[in-house]
């Protein structure tokens, strides 16, 4: 299953375009039930509806301290009640459009 990163600015994938998985050494993390808005804020993301966030929209962890991962059999977690802190600067190129 490719996995892909819904911070804005970021493009980072768990495969190739190929689906081969890419050896990035990177963990994606799905959104928490608590602390859900601060996640939202977080991410920059103003289409997100709190009550309709998916299981399949996550955050990589280039966002996020790297002292802030525990293991746990073998898989990268995140300690309780953390929020992406990292984050790309939002690019916003404005165009006008002329009228006719």
Known sequence: MVRNCCVIGCSVRSHDRQGNKLGNGLSFHSFPT???LAWIAA???VD???????KYLLVCSRHFHSDIFVS???KRCLQPKVVPSYLHRM??????????
Do not use: D, H, Y
């Open 91 to 100: 690019q916003v190129r404005c165009t006008v459009a002329s009228m006719k």
């Open 48 to 54: 997100l509806q709190f009550s309709s966030i998916s």
């Open 43 to 45: 991410v920059g993301r």
């Open 72 to 74: 746990s059999s073998g």
């Open 34 to 36: 608590w602390k859900r």
